[in-house]
């Protein structure tokens, strides 16, 4: 056998609310993947329910640098698969992540992860951390403001990204638009600067959550119910249909008392944080 890497790579929540395809953020959650090179053999190891070709995402990634023939995958992930955590993402940039490793670390992984996942926001933050704005190809990003807190809500029912994508038009109008506008820039002050109430009113939107709530009306409802329930707010993750809740850390504790009874039978709660360190990789 020959050499062997490891990637880790967090998931991540993208738009934030008003920052469609611009806003995201690493959450303390992780895939891993270990790559070994086995002379002759291809094979992709998981227990998860993905596939084992050369279809698998882990491996398009991979061979965006490196031909997969001759390495074994071994993929590990506690990354709900429930959608809109940014398991594509975490995907291809654990694959690219550990070719670069293998080939010498000078490909350009930020432009070949978003070639392969069409947008920017979650494989940004995936290979950078923290809270990032994807601006011309590049990456702005900005450290979680002290004293905030993010819960989880992953939905045990998928719902399917394409679907997401369809129920969006091709065109919004000019109002919705410059509310966003405004949204995003208060809450980018907001997270710069660690004012929480600013936070909170930038959280936002009218350009995608309500025009998808179809295909999540649990999830919208925690959403448009989350000031009640003593958070900061809420905002679809991705696509959806998974929820981030932000919080005050002092009031962390009371949110999720309050929201356990809501979720009860067709979600997972947990708290996450935002996961500061981007994707790694090491030889083993």
């Not at 050369?54 to 071994?74: C, I, K, Q, S, Y």
């Not at 025009?211 to 696509?239: D, K, Q």
């Amino acid at each position: 056998m020959g050499r062997r890497v490891l990637a880790r790579v967090p998931a991540s929540s993208a738009n934030l609310g008003p920052g469609f395809d611009a806003f995201a953020a690493a959450l303390g959650i992780h895939m891993e993947l270990e790559v070994e090179e086995t002379p002759g053999v291809f094979a992709v190891e998981t227990d998860l329910p993905i596939s084992r070709d050369r279809r698998n995402l882990v491996v398009r990634g991979f061979e965006r640098l490196l031909d997969a023939e001759g390495f074994t995958f071994r993929i590990r992930s506690e990354i709900p698969l429930c959608g809109g955590l940014g398991t594509s993402a975490a995907a291809y940039v654990a694959g690219l992540l550990a070719a670069d490793h293998l080939s010498g670390g000078d490909g350009d992984l930020l432009g070949a992860a978003t070639e392969l996942e069409g947008h920017p926001d979650n494989v940004a933050a995936a290979l950078f951390g923290g809270i990032v704005i994807c601006i011309d190809g590049a990456t702005v990003a900005l450290a979680p403001p002290a004293g905030l807190e993010l819960i989880l809500i992953a939905p045990d029912e998928p719902v399917r990204t394409r679907l997401a994508r369809d129920a969006l038009p091709a065109e919004v109008p000019l109002a919705d638009a410059v509310f966003n506008v405004a949204h995003g820039a208060v809450l980018t002050l907001g997270l710069a600067t660690g004012d929480l109430e600013l936070v909170a009113r930038g959280l936002a939107d009218r350009i995608h959550q309500d025009r998808r709530a179809h295909l999540y009306p649990n999830s919208i409802e925690l959403v448009r119910r989350a000031g009640e329930l003593g958070a900061l707010g809420a905002t679809i993750s991705g696509a959806g249909p998974a929820v981030l809740v932000w919080a005050r850390e002092a009031d962390t504790q009371r949110v999720i008392a309050e929201l356990e009874p809501l979720v009860s039978g067709w979600a997972q709660l947990q708290r996450v944080a935002v996961e500061a360190e981007g994707a790694q990789v090491s030889e083993l």
